[in-house]
């Protein structure tokens, strides 16, 4: 006799490399057996789509791009939630959150959940009023961290009790190094003898890379300090500009997307993330990590590198934590 299993849907509007897309991934890979995941592309798959296919996932795309100039595409959404029929459908990132939400609710799907993944400040009103009329036929929105619980239902006015704090889980193995520090910067074309700093993430304004640009071309003790910055974005182009402009083309190094994180973490002295509200001092030797206030996605990665800073974009005195760590780096800062 089968076994029901429940089938859940998981919406994104494109699965490219990033912390939700890379969540998706590890769910869908560590499900229990009771339940059936699917993978729904709204546009285009992207790599990290392409990795769940590989692991045997059931994974669409369909090639729409809702908006107010192509309501047809969420009926069209609907469409194919009625045809695959899952029971639950967890949406991901803003045009799954807004418009696979909508669709699971005109397919008369049972459970539709939501997501917020980060602190997003400049939210259009009309999004965030989207969302507010979503929530009466939304069963949660899972937050990673009770930073975004607090500001998304003041931002949204959400019933606290349909906002969920559930921290995103890590699949470790994903960090394994497969080649020596060494053999790492100098495939990257960095120096051996200089610190190196890292910055892997989406190159969007809320990373803070351009003020750690300017941290770099004008603190006298970051003069020798060369920095990584991993990651796709819309500002690829204006931060490369920038660092143009700077005259940090020889010390700041695009790398693109990439996968190989644990390799990339064992070549740098420092990683460096911006979150979204200031987060207390973390251990250098010892991770002290305040998960409340930074959200685990954004602080797991970082056990392999050597040392860690965290900053934030609005003050650049907390670019004297990666001074600090040059120069005392046996130290807690």
Known sequence: MSVH????MY???????????DLVLNLVRHLPDRFEPM???????GPIGHEIRAAGI????????????RPWDVARIARFLRETQPEIVHTFLLTASLYGRFAAMLARVPVVIGSEHNIYHRKRRHHALAERLLMHGTASVVVVAESVRDFYIRQVHADPAKVDVIRNAVDWAHLATTRTRVDVRRSLNLPLDRPVAGMIGRLTEQKGHAMLFDALAQTPAL????????????????LRDRAEALGLS????????????????????VFVLEPQRPVRKLAVAVIEILVDRAGINQLSILHRAQHIAVIDSRHHRDIGIIQHILEHPAKTV
């Not at 919406?11 to 897309?21: K, L, R």
């Not at 059931?58 to 100039?69: E, I």
């Open 250 to 269: 020889s010390r700041v190094h695009f790398l693109g997307v990439r996968r190989d994180v644990g390799d990339l973490l064992n070549a740098i002295d």
């Open 11 to 21: 919406i994104a509007h494109t699965f490219e490399v990033g912390g939700a897309e």
């Open 58 to 69: 059931s994974v669409t795309a369909l090639g729409l791009n809702p908006g107010l100039r």
């Open 223 to 238: 003069q020798k300090m060369h920095l990584i910055v991993a990651g796709d974005g819309d500002l690829r182009e204006s």
């Open 39 to 45: 993978v729904c592309a709204i546009g285009n798959l």
């Open 5 to 8: 299993r429940t089938r859940v």
